[in-house]
DNA sequence: CGCCAGTTTGACCAAGATCAACGCAAGTGG
DNA sequence: CCACTTGCGTTGATCTTGGTCAAACTGGCG
């Protein structure tokens, strides 16, 4: 989800943009400033479209508040959720067009970028540039990581490594709140509604997480829990 | 697999560094031809290791000739390969540790490139930065497409999807070489290898395709095989 | 010739999908 | 305020796809 430049693993809580170490260094940080207020803020209303997967890539965004997912649809209806993005994630930057389509998971504000303008401002700064590269570069390897998840992983441990990525991403506190319902997580893990359930109850049955309500998750466990995920 | 920078679509066959056209436009010739004269030529003889998960990434590489799979383990040797790269392909440009390991298919020689002296070039052109920077792009585009053939795709829909990747990146003639045993494109894919050998020899068996033998498969009815795999 | 690695096929099994019902809380309209 | 709907979530029964296990086949190669 193109998370932050300069951030340097998905796992950490993403950092605004001037708070970037290894941007600073390079002596640059008036550029990054320029990137941010040639932003527009936007809202989107809940299951709102931000833009359909086909559209012309003019912009790219990152989100202020709420949660938004990417997916690709097949002809007969199946989905399936690339990523989500969250408070400082960027998204939608696609050099045509749109691979994915990109919804409103709940109330959202974000910034939009013109990406001709931001183009021109990447091209004047190396540094810029080389953030922005690495940012992709770690997306693609998360992506990657993802594939061995879809391709390999049984659905008990598809679900524990869900909860532990939003747990890293999200609160880091015991209580997870989740913004997305059942459905979401199911086509994210590629699996159905019902098995997210089950496995979630089976988890809450072995005293790994409690659910209080159901966008509300403790986790009681995190170690059996990331034993589960496995590496 | 960063296939090529400014090839316009990962369908099209690799074109040279210096076709691309993009790139002539922009009139710096020059700094993607010297990036082509600082690699050095190297050899790998069959299943041998190109470098390992967790290895530092201090170089990238282009295939001349033969097929590198690049693919990721699960602690209990449960194996996904995230791609493909065949001759033209780039592969490994990650910014830190490689998140996936590489070995050679059968026997390949590549070219190898010192990260450090490539963004030195990278960083003094713009225009090679946006090249790399959307080949990188494009390749996350085509990650997200294979989340979905994995997360909600049948395992006829794989195969066929496969056989129509493989033919569009490969000899595009009706007769399909393919390097890589069943294993491969099990692990590829997702499925096991029998469920592949199965899926072929059904599709043989309808006359979509031909399997003179095991490395090599006619494409009898290509439509056929592109309704299956849908979109 | 017999071994070996890779491929193919068959019989059986299980993880997860499908189908169906029910629960439950937040509206909504009488 | 209460019946009714609506959208999610949960649980159970059953079915299917693809996995597992096992055996046979094939083409090279010492």
Redesign the pocket.
Known sequence: MYRHFGNSDHRNRVAELGDDRGFAQSGRLDALVALECIGVRVRFSRNAEIYAEGDEADCWYKVVSGTVRVCKLLADGRRHIAEFCFSGDCFGLDSTARPCSAEAVDDVIVMRFQRRIAERLIDQNPAVARLLRESVLRDLATAHGRTLLLGRM???ERVAAFLVEMFERRDRTKALDLPM???DVADYL?????????T??AFKREGVIA?PN??RIELLDRDALEAIAET
């Open positions: 049984t659905a008990p319902p059942r459905n590629g699996l159905t509604i019902e098995t997210v359930c089950r979630l109850s659910i159901p966008h």
